[in-house]
T-cell receptor, first 116, second 115 residues
Framework: AQTVTQSQPEMSVQEAETVTLSCTYDTSESDYYLFWYKQPPSRQMILVIRQEAYKQQNATENRFSVNFQKAAKSFSLKISDSQLGDAAMYFCAYRRGLGTASKLTFGTGTRLQVTL | GAGVSQSPSNKVTEKGKDVELRCDPISGHTALYWYRQRLGQGLEFLIYFQGNSAPDKSGLPSDRFSAERTGESVSTLTIQRTQQEDSAVYLC?????????????FGPGTRLTVL
């Protein structure tokens, strides 16, 4: 079974600074996707960024980027120029690739605080 | 168009009672998923529906939990004889298909409290 581990229950960053959230996963599959989701207090899950395992290039979305280390099964999220609106729970998630079993497997989350 | 909607937003029930939670997916989305989020935890997969295929029920925690979906529209998650351990936020998501990559769009969830 696939597992996703987030070892940082809470992180704090000052506004305009950079923060990195860690995620490791375990799988025997070769084809899969990895995701970072943001969950503000409204409970709405928002997709931040995704990475296809077959792509060597790290995904970027504006201020958000990932460091995908496939051999190490590591998938960290870097938030640059942090803003107050980035404060939320962040979840790392895994999904098998093509075909069946498209459910998402989530880590336990990291609560990000952004301070002035 | 409208996103995924769920009702009720909050539900308080007494131990032993049955509850029904509703999910309206995005129109045209053939795949629908239910997840459970306990306090301070990540989301746990419960069940998913894909078109007319048999649903994947592998995440349902007990036979007290069941779900139905009418065609490619509304889904209902039913919990019978609720227990305090069932207290959680229940989130629904939908996507265009289950295969390949298709983003799952989440609803706002139903917070269930079992007294």
């Amino acid at each position: 079974a696939q597992t996703v581990t987030q070892s940082q229950p809470e992180m704090s960053v000052q506004e305009a600074e950079t923060v990195t959230l860690s995620c490791t996963y375990d799988t025997s599959e070769s084809d899969y996707y990895l995701f970072w989701y943001k969950q503000p207090p409204s409970r709405q899950m928002i997709l931040v960024i995704r990475q296809e395992a077959y792509k060597q290039q790290n995904a970027t979305e504006n201020r958000f980027s990932v460091n995908f280390q496939k051999a190490a099964k590591s998938f960290s999220l870097k938030i640059s120029d942090s803003q107050l609106g980035d404060a939320a729970m962040y979840f790392c998630a895994y999904r098998r690739g093509l075909g069946t079993a498209s459910k998402l497997t989530f880590g336990t989350g990291t609560r990000l605080q952004v301070t002035l | 168009g409208a996103g995924v909607s769920q009702s009720p937003s909050n539900k308080v029930t007494e131990k032993g009672k049955d509850v029904e939670l509703r999910c309206d997916p995005i129109s045209g989305h053939t795949a629908l998923y239910w997840y459970r989020q306990r306090l301070g935890q990540g989301l746990e997969f419960l069940i998913y529906f894909q078109g007319n295929s048999a649903p994947d029920k592998s995440g349902l925690p007990s036979d007290r939990f069941s779900a139905e979906r009418t065609g490619e529209s509304v889904s209902t998650l039913t919990i019978q004889r609720t227990q305090q351990e069932d207290s959680a936020v229940y989130l629904c998501a939908s996507s265009q298909t289950a295969g390949d990559y298709n983003e799952q769009f989440f609803g706002p969830g139903t917070r269930l409290t079992v007294l």
